[in-house]
């Protein structure tokens, strides 16, 4: 174990791991909670004036919103956890995102007070994307600044399991409200899957203000080493190691957005099936991922980062096609398998190491700020236009090869930053 690691008992390095996997689920519970609702109802609820096909897309333009505004909190956040620390940032933004969720669950509807209802929700939207902006590099790091160097990627891969957890846990609680009758579903059944985070929220601040400040931080402390303004002097002095980061997100949240996010519009809306066809897929994608994630995240510990990307990227490539054909079949059970493999390997091969791998590419002063913001920024190109571009093409053309060989393009732009990054997987933190 590295000297930034040895202050870390085994009972205090499972404390972290685990405070930041659960504060993790809540942050993507509420983040993805939002996802499902525009998929499913947001179109009817709050963007009535449109037919059907463009109310959908104001609806996945309202959840690129989100990720359109993680960067700022990426920024924001990040700047703070590199000055400040990455406890009290913690904090701050499980309560940020949890205000914002609970109070989408309290807006009146388009039905209720007009326009105002959307611009509330796009407020809240933006709200939702700062906190889980500033969320996801400050997990990262209190669990892989804690742990000894040869096990960071199947440490850093749990982290990443607050995204399946927070999935199951939201398409559950919609699976549930969708067997509501339609009137019910869409007067009150549809505000109780965002009023639940509130107990997610109390129960994740408790766990978070238990947590210590990482040793790296303290070392950088330490050493009076804190840098002034970490994000100018990333992008003054890497900022090919930042462009690095933002391209290795880019293909799989691309992906997992086709598969889940789109898919849900697609099969429910396109082909007439049922949203059940759809909704289990999902979770047993989820449920794939609580394994396979972990799995990825020790192969990259053994054989490196970058092999495991270019399997990703390579398998997104050959799928990008073939997972619409099979969505066409119609089957409920191809389906549920199609998203299934689609999410297991277009995205968790490469989630799982990820988080460590965009940690490991900055300096500890510098680290928050390029991980949150070369992450999130790739996460707001990518993964919050997808969905509303899938619909666009669709719209357009009528027809799915568009969206295919844009996916195939993603991967390409993903595989070419994997060649331009370095190895770190050996490398010490210190």
Known sequence: MSAVNQGSTSAALRRVVWSSVLGSTVEWYDFLVYGT??????????FPGFSSALGTIAAFGSYGVGFVARPLGGAIFGHFGDRIGRKAMLTMTILIMGFGTFLIGCLPTYGQIGIVAPLLLITLRVLQGIGIGGEWGGAVLMVIENVPNEQRGYYGSLVQLGYPIGVICSTGVFAIASR??????LTWGWRVPFLLSAILVGIGLFIRLRLEETPAFRQVQARQNVAKIPLLEILAKHRRTFLVAVGLKLSEIAYVSVATVF??????????MPRSAILNGILLAALIELFTIPAFGWLSDRYGRKPLFVVGCLFSILFAFPMFWLFRTHNAMVIAITVAVSVSFGQGVMF????TWVAELFAARLRYSGASLGFQIGAALSG??????????????????????YLIVIALLTLTATSAAPETSRQSLA
């Open 263 to 272: 898919s849900i519009t697609y099969v429910t809306g396109y082909l007439g």
């Open 37 to 46: 609702a525009a998929a499913l109802l947001f179109n009817k609820l709050f």
């Open 384 to 405: 919050g236009l997808t969905p509303l571009i899938a619909s666009a093409l669709l719209l357009w053309t009528g027809a799915t090869w568009p969206i295919s060989l």
């Open 352 to 355: 799982g190491p990820e988080a």
């Open 180 to 185: 509501l009758p339609e009137a019910q579903l």
